[in-house]
């Protein structure tokens, strides 16, 4: 499993829930450039609307720009495929207060392209605090038991 792309503010800016997997609905060239890295998921979301789950603001740039449509929109509106089951689920949840989706990671499983969703809440400016302070002193224990070996 190889990781393409991940949006490192979501696990600081959220508490993660419940995560999902979800296959998207791309185009030849979309896979072609996510698998070469020209993919961010910085400022994307998940949307719900006629049953149906889209990813919008990810951005995915051009492969190669000589071969890609002019009509090409970088950030256009993707499809996310997920079973009914799964949609109901969220969208049951979406119904209490705070809660949000937003895409984690796109990586391949068996030669397909796969984004990670999750079901996230929104964190308090004094539990992002707590998450700095937790990693400063994890790389300072880290660091001294490097020094000791």
């Known amino acids: 499993m190889t990781t393409y792309a991940r949006n490192k503010k979501a696990t600081f800016n959220y508490e ?7 296959g998207v609905v791309l185009r030849g060239y979309e ?3 996510i698998r070469n890295g020209k993919a961010s998921l910085v400022a ?5 609307r006629d049953g149906q789950a889209y990813l919008k603001g990810a951005s995915v740039t051009y492969y190669q ?6 009509s ?3 950030e256009r509106e993707r499809k996310l495929l997920l079973n009914k089951k799964e949609l109901l689920e969220i969208e049951k949840q979406l119904n209490t207060a705070g809660l949000t989706i937003v895409p984690i990671s796109w990586y391949s499983k068996d030669s397909k392209i796969k984004l990670e969703i999750a079901l996230v809440r929104g964190k ?4 992002k605090r ?6 400063d002193t994890k790389r300072a224990i880290d660091r001294i038991l490097k020094t000791e070996r």
């Open 72 to 74: 090409y929109n970088p």
């Open 130 to 135: 707590e998450t700095l302070k937790k990693r």
């Open 16 to 22: 993660i829930l419940e995560r999902f997997e979800a």
């Open 65 to 70: 720009e000589a071969n890609t449509p002019d």
């Open 124 to 127: 308090k400016k004094v539990d």
């Open 44 to 48: 994307a979301y998940v949307v719900l």
């Open 31 to 33: 896979v072609k450039a």
